[in-house]
């Protein structure tokens, strides 16, 4: 198969801000000729919020992420708050190799402290943590074995670092089970999810939330081209299910790779966080 060369996205999380609502239906009085009564449901389904809704139900669980080594100016990134105790989740490319590294709230400037708890390079995951806090909101986790091509998306984080609360845009699953080479080919990855929607430098480890506000990936990359013009709206995400297959391992203080392997380490074939040349993101 064609190899696709893959930018990593190095600031803040992109969110969706479209999702596609429920069409109203017109009621038929029951009253009708030869029409019977609709069939009542004991428990229908709720209909999928709005982007608005989405967005202010969720932002308060993603966090902008900033790692430094020292060496070059710190790279940033998105995370998502997964327990009110503040474990977050977020891409090992944003946080590897970090001496520090500290995370912001939504809608905050204050730089809180997170250590590095685990991280799977394989996987591209890292889990980190922040100390002395409580009663954090948490991001829920979707099945995600049941995204279909064509569902409605809404992606969120820290794109370029514009500000200190969430950006978002909105789009749809444009395919399953992609698989993606990183920049130099040193790095390939499986099963993800393509989607159209925005995502740009610092989404990295942001939300792909679907229609009820969930989270049914991980924002992790976008596709390029090495000898033409860039692809436009064709983004990565790790699907939520590999996700939490990941979660007892790095909470060990080591990766998931026994429970869900993948493919080779991905971290050299991702442009530095400072790249901003070419296809670098």
Same mark, same amino acid.
């Given at each position: 198969?064609? $190899?696709?060369?893959?930018? *990593?996205? &190095? !600031? @803040? %999380?992109?969110?969706?801000?479209? #999702? ?88 905050? $400037?204050?730089?809180?402290? *997170?250590? &590095? !708890? @685990? %991280?799977?390079?394989?996987?591209? #995951? ?97 596709? @390029? ?57």
């Amino acid at each position: 198969m064609a $190899t696709i060369a893959v930018m *990593a996205l &190095l !600031v @803040g %999380a992109v969110t969706g801000a479209g #999702v596609l609502e429920a069409e109203n239906l017109h009621s038929v009085p029951a009253s009708a000729a030869g029409v019977a009564p609709p069939t009542k449901v004991a428990n229908p389904p709720a209909p999928p919020a709005a982007a608005s809704q989405i967005v202010k139900s969720v932002s308060p669980s993603i966090v902008a992420v900033t790692a430094a080594n020292g060496n070059h100016s710190p790279d940033t990134g998105t995370g998502m708050i997964i327990t009110s105790t503040g474990q977050i989740l977020t891409n090992n490319h944003v946080v590897e190799g970090a001496t520090v590294i500290s995370v912001a709230l939504n809608g905050s $400037t204050t730089q809180l402290p *997170a250590v &590095l !708890v @685990g %991280a799977d390079p394989d996987q591209d #995951v890292a889990l980190l943590q922040i100390t002395n806090q409580t009663g954090l909101a948490a991001v829920a986790f979707a099945d995600s074995t049941q995204v279909q091509v064509g569902d409605p998306v809404v992606a969120i984080g820290n794109p370029l670092a514009l500000g200190d609360s969430a950006s978002v845009t909105s789009g749809i699953i444009s395919a399953l089970n992609r698989q993606i080479t990183a920049g130099d080919s040193t790095g390939t990855f499986t099963g993800l999810f393509q989607t159209n929607a925005a995502v740009t430098p610092g989404n990295s480890g942001g939300a792909l939330l679907n229609s009820s506000g969930q989270v049914i990936g991980m924002n992790t990359a976008i596709a @390029g081209s090495t000898d033409g013009p860039s692809a436009q709206n064709i983004g990565f995400a790790i699907p939520s299910n590999q996700l939490e297959a990941l979660m007892s391992g790095l909470e060990s203080g080591g990766d998931g790779s026994s429970s869900n392997p993948a493919g080779s380490d991905p971290s050299g074939g991702y442009q530095s966080p400072d790249g901003y040349g070419g296809l670098a993101f």
